[in-house]
């Protein structure tokens, strides 16, 4: 299994980025995806986490209202809109498949992750 995120970027707040992530190889039929984010020197944290259907999704407190996840199994994509940014959102963004059933906000419980992509938000 491999992950591709993009669309990082630089933006100023207020403003808004989409990221994208492309799953490839044997993913299986049915998985849960989420986005994490990484800032320099902190611990990578939970952003959020979509269902394998699309129908439920969860987020982390700092972006409910701001960030929306969502999902295409047809083209094995799943996007993070991120609207109202703010510099404490700068970090590198990871996307994450997790073959399970539920949905995980803890790091180790995803199997796969992508490379990461960095997204800038200056005051």
């Known amino acids: 299994v491999q992950l591709q995120a993009s669309g990082g970027g630089l933006v100023q707040a207020g403003g808004s980025l989409r990221l994208s992530c492309a799953a490839s190889?044997?993913?299986?039929?049915?998985?849960?995806m989420g986005w994490f984010r990484q800032a320099p020197g902190k611990e990578r944290e939970f952003v959020a986490a979509?269902?394998?259907?699309?129908?439920?999704?969860i987020y982390v407190d700092a972006v409910k209202g701001r960030f929306t996840i969502s999902r295409d199994n047809a083209k094995k994509m799943v996007y993070l809109q991120m609207n109202s940014l703010k510099p404490e959102d700068t970090a590198v963004y990871y996307c994450?498949?997790?073959?399970?059933?539920?949905?995980?906000?803890?790091?180790?419980?995803?199997?796969?992750w992508g490379q990461g992509t960095l997204v800038t938000v200056s005051s």
């Open positions: 979509i269902s394998r259907s699309g129908s439920s999704t």
């Open positions: 994450a498949l997790d073959q399970n059933y539920w949905m995980f906000r803890v790091p180790a419980e995803y199997d796969y």
């Open positions: 190889g044997r993913t299986g039929s049915s998985y849960v």
